[in-house]
């Protein structure tokens, strides 16, 4: 469940303490989530979670994990420097975290750090010329 609450919490550019007020959950109870894990979340809450998600009830279910990890599993492995940077990524906090994923997100943007695909590169250097 927490691969869910946190995929859909940064496409909606939340943290914990604004999904508790919008949500009307308890701040209490969306960190223990993460302190104490999901085992024995509420079906009351999963409702009030599904509701402002605008989600179904099975959204939030186990299974849906083991498919992402099934999905993630034939992805291409970490590199040790993408390791390292995920690690780091994790140790931040959630403002930190989503300073870090701004950041990201602006310096893939600019040419100057991002790997360019031929495609974008013919159309660059056709609107250059």
């Given at each position: 469940m927490l691969r869910q609450l946190d995929k859909i919490m940064i496409e909606h550019g939340l943290n914990k303490s604004t999904l508790s007020k919008n949500s009307d959950i308890p701040y209490t109870t969306i960190v223990n989530f993460y302190e104490k894990g999901t085992d024995n979340?509420?079906?009351?809450?999963l409702r009030k979670l599904s509701k402002y998600f605008e989600v179904p009830l099975d959204y939030w279910d186990d299974e849906s994990d083991i498919n992402i990890q099934n999905a993630e599993s034939n992805k291409k492995k970490l590199s040790t420097d993408e390791e390292c940077l995920l690690d780091s990524y994790r140790k931040l906090n959630d403002f930190g975290k989503q300073v870090a994923?701004?950041?990201?997100?602006?310096m893939s943007r600019q040419h100057d750090y991002a790997i360019l695909k031929s495609d974008t590169f013919v159309e660059l250097s056709q609107e250059l010329a």
């Open positions: 979340v509420k079906l009351s809450t994923r701004l950041n990201l997100e602006g």
